[in-house]
């Protein structure tokens, strides 16, 4: 079983940024792909960007411009820099790890709002 922990979410005004963390019970090296995903009120939940035990990094066409995924795996760390925030994005956002096809876990969440 495979733990994730969120954080860095909150309230951020229109042009802000914020960085996302993901802190996971084992090393995102173990993990065939770790990924960010969002969901707004009303809205299916979809995929901001993931990341591959390889370095490969994906992203939604629409977010490759302004978020950036990254990880560090001493700290067992998977980042989400998100930059030039715009109201659209206010969403919870979700970390999920894949170990293997099939075993796939996911963090509880963290809310991020952009509001003046």
């Known amino acids: 079983q495979v733990q994730l922990v969120e954080s860095g979410g909150g309230l951020v005004q229109p042009g802000g940024s914020l960085r996302l963390s993901c802190v996971a019970s084992l090393s995102p090296f173990s993990m065939n792909i770790m990924a960010w995903y969002r969901q707004a009120p009303g809205k299916e939940r979809e995929l901001v960007a993931r990341?591959?035990?390889?370095?490969?990094?994906y992203y939604a066409a629409s977010l490759k411009s302004r978020f950036t995924i990254s990880r560090d795996d001493a700290k067992n760390t998977v980042y989400l820099q998100t930059n030039s925030l715009k109201p659209e994005d206010t969403a919870v956002y979700y970390c999920?790890?894949?170990?293997?096809?099939?075993?796939?876990?996911w963090g509880q969440g963290t809310q991020v709002t952009v509001s003046s």
């Open positions: 990341i591959t035990r390889g370095g490969n990094t």
């Open positions: 999920y790890a894949q170990s293997a096809p099939g075993s796939t876990y």
